[in-house]
């Protein structure tokens, strides 16, 4: 089942009834194309609870978790609590909350240990290849200087894609890899998938959509379509 | 008005039913001590909707809040989710999550827009006097290495304390000042309202506690009367 | 005495014989205009040594060290080292290697004790006056957003330099007070100075500059000019 | 030829005339065992320039280079100074200066680039075989929880060395592996070759030793013993 995995980040739009809205109708798109689409939303930690009281056929991450366990961790948020909330997995890593490699390591034997999915950002093939090593559940490759371009990088730059999926799966034949940065349009997932890719990770192009909605049910409508 | 504030961080009892309950069993005692205490709760940031929600008489707080505004920023805790969330003021700076100076200013600049209360966590007098020039709501003079010890500042140090009253109010009239690490009984927050202090900010003493409620109501009542 | 400092980053010029060159440069500068400019070089930490050999006339300081005392910190810059290498000051907290406050007033009682003298960076006059609480020796008033632009701060916004002077000065008199961001020309210093700072801080006009000598002379002249 | 590297660290010793001393004593060393041990010597950043100039046997990196090219960097150290003082390598992520893995791989692409060879730290097998994808020279795998013990990583956690060998030796067949942790006498560098790597990473044992030269030659003396 291919990926459209939607990052929340900490837009206008990300927080309160406008992020539980757009969970909502992602969740109607999950459940029409259930089977096809593996929908996955990542709100900010304040909004777990919330986003993942309202949705049925999508899974809830949390955009990030501090590399901690339980204690006197003050304004620390541990996979525990992430966890407790609603989420079923954690991303860590996007270019914008880089993590140590140390970190990297210790959040995803807690994540494993915990039950919850791992998806890790890599900014080069040579990040992801050393990230596949570690066994997360995903990885999404997302050059940083196309992230909210709206400029796709399966357009920009093909080649750090296909690099990245020839890297990785001689090292990891198993982990789900994504294609993310600047994907706007349902031609633009098409192009990931084709390059090789498990799927997107998308922000911007939904969150700051006039009708996030349309966006997000196009790049659904055209996973299906590359796919079957 | 003298205040309890109760920090979750980020212990097991921190998060889910159990933060829940602690908030409810301390919302009472704020009903109890209404006009006499006033209750701050800090629930990690995943907690904030679940305990806001379930409080009536108590104020809730962000531990932390990352000094950015609403855009792309992946995995960060702004001020105004917290808000949205429930919360009336933010916490910074704590010991376990200290942040830069330009930051302490950023945020506290950006909390005052948004009509959020401000307290600041500093480690000696002299950082609390600078601090207090940036004129948050409140601060809270806690020295590291008592933190989560049991030993009381007031007791182990109370230069620092009258230090940092003595220092801060050459700068500051107004900012509520509340004495933190190792706060552990009702005698020891008597102490910190004698040495000129206008509170408490407690963590472990509660959190840890077999009987939370036990624990904050003793205090409650030892700032009853040691102030009336 | 007025200051003319110059911060030589990391750019190209800023290490091995090109910034021995600048610095022997500067160094004559010094001497010529002994009495009415005190030249402050901050080569980075691997040129402190050769730095503080080539000259005579000019104080060396460190453009950063880490919050650390002597021990297991690999990797760390301690106030210790820069000392024995040559320098007798330090400057911390600039916009592009921001510390912490606790860490501001870790360096500057370490370096108290140490009899190093201390520069500390602000971006506002709000974080000045903070910064000023805790007694450096110096403070520089830099709008990050000017940095390097050429734009000088004395012109963009003059009252940034003016409001961080009174903010100041209500607090300090004593510390020495430097403009910095932009400082391109004589003329920039000479409103450095107009605005009631004691002197400039400089980075890119001097290490960028074709004839770095001739820079370093047209802004001793300019302070010569506007203070005598 | 096996490698014997001291991590000066921050050490009382590790700067001015005593730094100087026990690298020209370790450099007599490296003399009297040429062709058998190669001794690599990491001074902080401030002594690169007194110890490269000291030694003609041993090969000196650097403790730590940021992630940054040269530009606008204050209070940063770039690969390119530390080579232009005299450094021939540069070691990174060591437990105590942690960076995050996409710094890791920026910094060893650009060692590559200008000639320099890289040393890399690891914490646990796992994160060794992560970095070795990245193909550094050489790695070090290092348990934090026994750097500074004096208990070696070789005789309390013997599984992690051989794990780490197995792992790494996967996915890379060249990378030169180090044992570092605890190391303090003639035998724990024996049986760090033994468990199959091909060297060791000490820094307490020889730093804070009262006769240094006399624990680097033991050290020596055991490297030729074990491996001839």
Same mark, same amino acid.
């Given at each position: 089942?291919?990926?459209?995995?939607?990052?929340?980040?900490?837009?206008?739009?990300?927080?309160?009834?406008?992020?539980?809205?757009?969970?909502?109708?992602?969740?109607?798109?999950?459940?029409?194309?259930?089977?096809?689409?593996?929908?996955?939303?990542?709100?900010?930690?304040?909004?777990?609870?919330?986003?993942?009281?309202?949705?049925?056929?999508?899974?809830?991450?949390?955009?990030?978790?501090?590399?901690?366990?339980?204690?006197?961790?003050?304004?620390?948020?541990?996979?525990?609590?992430?966890?407790?909330?609603?989420?079923?997995?954690?991303?860590?890593?996007?270019?914008?909350?880089?993590?140590?490699?140390?970190?990297?390591?210790?959040?995803?034997?807690?994540?494993?240990?915990?039950?919850?999915?791992?998806? %890790?950002? /890599?900014?080069?093939?040579?990040?992801?290849?050393? !990230?596949? @090593?570690?066994?997360?559940? #995903?990885? $999404?490759?997302? *050059?940083?200087?196309?992230?909210?371009?709206?400029?796709?990088?399966?357009?920009?730059?093909?080649?750090?894609?296909?690099?990245?999926?020839?890297?990785?799966?001689?090292?990891?034949?198993?982990?789900?890899?994504?294609?993310?940065?600047?994907?706007?349009?349902?031609?633009? %997932?098409? /192009?990931?998938?084709?390059?090789?890719?498990?799927? !997107?990770? @998308?922000?911007?192009?939904? #969150?700051? $959509?006039?009708? *996030?909605?349309?966006?997000?049910?196009?790049?659904?409508?055209?996973?299906?379509?590359?796919?079957?």
């Amino acid at each position: 089942m291919y990926v459209l995995a939607i990052n929340f980040k900490t837009y206008k739009t990300s927080y309160g009834s406008r992020a539980v809205s757009i969970a909502r109708e992602a969740d109607l798109i999950a459940k029409e194309y259930g089977g096809l689409v593996r929908m996955i939303l990542l709100p900010p930690a304040t909004e777990i609870v919330r986003v993942a009281n309202a949705v049925s056929y999508s899974s809830v991450f949390a955009q990030h978790v501090d590399p901690v366990d339980e204690g006197a961790y003050t304004g620390h948020i541990t996979a525990e609590m992430v966890k407790e909330a609603g989420a079923v997995g954690v991303m860590i890593n996007h270019s914008e909350r880089r993590v140590r490699l140390d970190e990297i390591s210790f959040i995803l034997g807690k994540a494993r240990k915990l039950g919850l999915e791992t998806l %890790v950002c /890599a900014d080069t093939p040579e990040v992801a290849a050393a !990230v596949s @090593v570690l066994n997360p559940s #995903m990885l $999404a490759i997302e *050059p940083p200087e196309l992230i909210g371009t709206g400029i796709p990088v399966s357009k920009a730059k093909p080649e750090v894609v296909t690099g990245t999926v020839s890297k990785v799966r001689e090292l990891n034949k198993e982990v789900t890899i994504l294609t993310g940065a600047g994907i706007t349009t349902g031609d633009d %997932v098409a /192009a990931a998938i084709r390059l090789g890719t498990q799927g !997107v990770l @998308v922000a911007s192009a939904v #969150m700051k $959509a006039q009708d *996030p909605a349309k966006v997000i049910k196009e790049m659904a409508e055209s996973i299906t379509k590359t796919t079957t």
